[in-house]
């Protein structure tokens, strides 16, 4: 049982860095299609890919804290 694996708290922080990394690429590359989009469907589109990964993020990041307060443990790093 040596201490190469990683434990539940590492992973989770890798998979949140991921999350945050690939949605500032999303949303980059949606703010560039809003500005440069003439196509009105395309903008509201993208509009809502946005606003959907706003939401996924804050999702990501309040579970942890939520469970924490309705469990009374602190299972989530």
Known sequence: ???D???FSQISVILQSLAVVSSLLIISYGGFVLVVS???????EWKDIIG?????LSV????????QALSGGNYCA
């Open 1 to 3: 049982m040596g201490g």
């Open 5 to 7: 694996f990683l434990d």
């Open 38 to 44: 003439q196509n009105p469907n395309d903008r509201n």
């Open 52 to 56: 959907t990964v706003f939401f996924g």
């Open 60 to 67: 990501l990041f309040l579970a942890p804290l939520i469970g």
